[in-house]
């Protein structure tokens, strides 16, 4: 069934005729559609309005089934409303208060005379306001639009319902109490500046959709300017995401990471984070490329984060482009370009891969492929099994982080988050070729990846409030 991210609402008002509603859904579906359900808004003896829900292949199919109602005589269109934009309506957050105020006490207890004292204890310990303002429980979400969803750079304003999808995440599955910053900014410095002059009342920043290299600038400054948590999702949790899909592929293979040969294709700031997140959990062997091919201490013209990537990957200076390195690897992962690999150079990996092939909107191994050559397969996409997104690993993070009120943001705890992942059966079903993490949804999954981090943080010693026994 195609996705309901292409789908729309017909409302029709269809003559009360024997089979005319039969010729409706016949009509729509010649024009491309897939119904779903069909509901009775009204009705006369003349006529009856139905809302039809349509599954499209994509944004054109609207004009397609518009065209094909028109053709039917008696049918009319009174409106088609994409789903999606019906989703977005008004915005996807608001806001809720936490105390009641109903009565005179109430108020006075909320706001004046009782607010005084409270404003006088944090005046004289700022470390009140972690109990009694919002300040505990919540997080900035920070984009100034260079980067927006796969959509380039599409400016702040645009990136606002991408930046309120991930509050929502955050309030939904974490009971984080997370708010979206576009900024208008674009020169990192400046940024900073204004995420820093208005921390006072968040526990932490997450950054997201920053196009590469500014988004490595603005975390550096970040985290040596702030005393809480800078966590930046395109990185850091993409990275704990594909290490735990990763770690289970390698698993079913009867492989260990340590013993592992990986060829990472790609180091915008997912690529990079993943390359130094797998160096930190000691894989055997990797090679990370980007679009000149193996980086490699010696090669020209590095500079910036790839002088650390060299440092800490290809133990051998090998030389090539990923098609070539791919070779007897065990495992690929791929946040690059569509297409990249063929079934040729799958089959010239390791016994029994793991290609985590994350290029959208298509992936650089096609399922086909994948299926041709029986590898563990993992992908970016929803409609594709074992979709591999960072939004599996920043929810809990978080929530770990604010349970301890951690200072800081360090790689023990990123990879306690991506072990408890990987440790989690998904819930649908058993750990297998196409369940190697769990669910966004699954209900252990934050609470595991919380008391992960949280623990963590406190070996770390980054925890203000250290974690429960």
Request: charged content about 20%; glycine content about 10%.
């Amino acid at each position: 069934m195609p996705q309901g991210s292409h789908s729309v609402t017909v409302r029709a008002v269809i003559p009360a005729e024997v089979g005319m509603l039969g010729r409706v859904m016949a009509a729509l579906g010649a024009a491309g559609g897939e119904v779903g359900a069909v509901d009775l808004v009204r009705s006369s003896r003349g006529a009856t309005v139905r809302d039809i829900t349509v599954y499209t292949g994509d944004e054109s199919g609207e004009a397609a089934l518009s065209a094909a109602l028109d053709d039917l005589d008696g049918v009319e269109i009174e409106s088609i409303n994409d789903q999606i934009f019906l989703a977005h309506a008004g915005g996807k957050l608001g806001m809720k208060n936490s105390a009641r105020v109903s009565t005179r006490d109430d108020l006075a207890m909320a706001y004046t005379p009782g607010v005084a004292r409270v404003c006088m204890a944090i005046h004289d310990d700022f470390d009140a306001a972690w109990d009694y303002t919002i300040k505990g429980n919540s997080v900035m979400v920070v984009s100034d639009g260079s980067s927006v969803v796969g959509q380039g750079d599409l400016g702040p304003e645009a990136a606002l319902p991408a930046l309120e999808a991930k509050c929502m995440f955050l309030r939904e599955l974490a009971g984080v109490d997370a708010f979206p910053l576009p900024v208008t900014a674009r020169d990192p410095d400046e940024i900073a500046g204004i995420v820093e002059r208005t921390s006072s009342v968040f526990a932490g920043v997450q950054l997201t959709d920053v196009a590469a290299p500014r988004c490595f600038t603005l975390r550096r400054t970040l985290v040596n300017n702030l005393d809480i948590p800078v966590f930046s999702d395109d990185q850091g949790g993409t990275a704990v995401a594909l290490l735990a899909a990763l770690t289970n592929g390698l698993k079913l293979a009867g492989k260990k990471l340590a013993d592992a040969r990986v060829v990472v294709s790609g180091l915008g700031p997912g690529g990079v984070a993943t390359v130094r997140l797998l160096a930190a959990a000691g894989a055997g062997a990797v090679i990370a490329c980007d679009s000149r091919g193996a980086v490699h201490r010696g090669r020209s013209e590095l500079g910036g984060e790839l002088d650390r990537i060299a440092e800490l990957t290809n133990p051998d200076n090998e030389t090539g482009d990923a098609r070539t390195l791919v070779r007897g690897a065990d495992a690929f992962i791929g946040l690059s370009v569509p297409g990249l690999l063929n079934e040729d150079d799958v089959r010239g990996m390791a016994d029994d891969p793991v290609v985590l092939a994350l290029a959208m909107p298509e992936p650089e191994v096609s399922p086909a492929v994948a299926r041709a050559t029986g590898a563990v397969y993992a992908t970016g996409r929803p409609d594709i099994p074992n979709q591999i997104n960072s939004a599996v690993a920043f929810p809990g993070i978080w929530r770990g982080m604010l349970d301890t009120r951690a200072t800081s943001l360090e790689a023990p705890m990123l990879l306690a988050a991506a072990e408890a992942i990987a440790a989690i059966p998904p819930a649908e079903s058993p750990l297998s070729r196409e369940s190697i993490v769990p669910s966004v949804l699954n209900p252990d999954l934050v609470p595991a990846v919380a008391a992960a981090v949280s623990r963590a943080a406190t070996e770390c010693g980054v925890a203000r409030v250290p974690a429960s026994a």
